[in-house]
């Protein structure tokens, strides 16, 4: 079946960097855009990131733009979020998503990293930036 297994969270200092990983199975990895979201305390989840599966396009949420990265490596079935600079606000848990949408429509999902075009979630990692 299908799984998402989110790590590589943890406490990190103020402009301090983590790197997110997403590692995937049971689906055609090249089928499916993949999307992050996150989730703080108190508040609706939101999309952070996206990447589709053709030709990588991606797409970022204004708060993290010039400071996140996403990345897909097909061989490993992988995707990336690299976070640099991070602030106190960024502390949520992570989510990974595979979009709704497959092959060359996959990355429709990517417009707005809105959650409803996501079907499969990982279990989340939990991101803390504090001094």
């Known amino acids: 079946q299908v799984q998402l297994v989110e790590s590589g969270g943890g406490l990190v200092q103020p402009g301090g960097s983590l790197r997110l990983s997403c590692e995937a199975s049971?689906?055609?990895?090249?089928?499916?855009?993949i999307g992050w979201f996150r989730q703080a305390p108190g508040k609706e989840r939101e999309g952070v990131s996206c990447?589709?599966?053709?030709?990588?396009?991606?797409t970022y949420a204004d708060s993290v733009k010039g400071r996140f990265t996403v990345s897909r490596d097909a061989a490993k079935n992988t995707t990336y979020l690299q976070m640099n600079s991070l602030k106190p606000e960024d502390t949520a848990v992570y989510y990974c998503?595979?979009?709704?949408?497959?092959?060359?429509?996959?990355?429709?999902?990517?417009?707005?990293?809105?959650?409803?075009?996501?079907?499969?979630w990982g279990q989340g990692t939990q991101v803390t930036v504090s001094s």
């Open positions: 998503a595979t979009s709704v949408f497959v092959r060359s429509s996959a990355v429709a999902s990517c417009v707005r990293i809105d959650e409803r075009l996501f079907g499969s």
């Open positions: 049971g689906f055609k990895f090249d089928d499916y855009a």
């Open positions: 990447i589709g599966n053709i030709r990588g396009r991606t």
